[in-house]
């Protein structure tokens, strides 16, 4: 495989952001990269490091915890999001090691992470995943079974929890407009809670490396990133991590 340079996709895909931002009338640094690297070694995520990238996700708790502990160790300021379906038996070892949880798509599962944060008195960061997309699977199905999440939470009964906003998927198409009606669908719903529950639920994670132009011109705040930054990744190395 040819040698991926990950510093230069970095400064790329930071220079194509910020002008998206500009373009979309948006303030210089409003949207946030996180490094999607999943199925990709710790020695690139070093690397990624050493470039000045800070936030990175992962969609596997187990893969997460095979990578993460030793970087996090050693680089204070680096942080980890979950950004993949959670299962609840995982929310434990997730929550020692991530800052955000992303993907939190149903109540059990919220309090299951409120339950495991409690024993270890720790506050987590959660994004509400929405579903906007037909071939996506994942996210509360609609703005009622999101709403009675929020509620839950900004009703104080979850209090290790921070509710930072609102997470969704795209779907996989070259439709813009079906992308876009996506996008556009997580920033509705976040401008209706936002409003019934003031509690600064401002993060829209939306837009990958087939869309993160678009996401941003709708108003994303953090696109997560992974194939332009770290290249393909090799699904036949599923489970063995190289180190
Ligand atoms: C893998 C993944 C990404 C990154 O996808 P790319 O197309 O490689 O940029 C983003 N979000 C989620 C939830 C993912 O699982």
Request: aromatic share 6%.
């Amino acid at each position: 495989m040819a040698h991926i340079d990950i510093k230069e996709n970095l400064g790329f895909v930071l220079s194509q952001i910020r002008s998206a931002e500009k373009n979309a009338g948006r303030a210089e640094g409003s949207v946030k990269l996180l490094a999607v690297s999943k199925f990709h070694p710790v020695s690139q995520i070093e690397e990624a490091i050493l470039a000045g990238q800070l936030y990175f996700g992962e969609n596997r708790v187990q893969e997460s915890i095979e990578k993460f502990p030793a970087i996090l160790k050693k680089n204070t300021g680096v942080h980890l999001h979950i950004i993949g379906q959670l299962q609840t038996n995982k929310v434990k070892k997730a929550v020692e090691i991530a800052t955000c949880i992303e993907s939190v798509d149903r109540m059990p599962l919220l309090m299951e992470i409120e339950k495991h944060c409690a024993k270890i008195e720790k506050k987590i960061e959660v994004l509400f995943e929405l579903h906007t997309a037909e071939d996506s699977k994942s996210g509360f199905a609609d703005l009622q079974t999101l709403e009675e999440a929020v509620k839950f939470v900004f009703d104080g009964n979850a209090p290790h929890i921070i509710p930072k906003g609102f997470m969704t998927l795209a779907p996989f198409t070259d439709d813009e407009e079906k992308i876009r009606a996506s996008f556009k669908a997580l920033k509705h719903a976040s401008s209706i809670l936002n409003e019934k529950y003031p509690c600064n639920m401002t993060e829209l994670s939306m837009g990958m490396s087939g869309d993160y132009k678009i996401a941003i011109e709708e108003g994303s705040t953090e696109v997560r990133i992974g194939t332009a930054i770290f290249g393909e990744r090799d699904y036949s190395q599923q489970g063995a991590v190289a180190k």
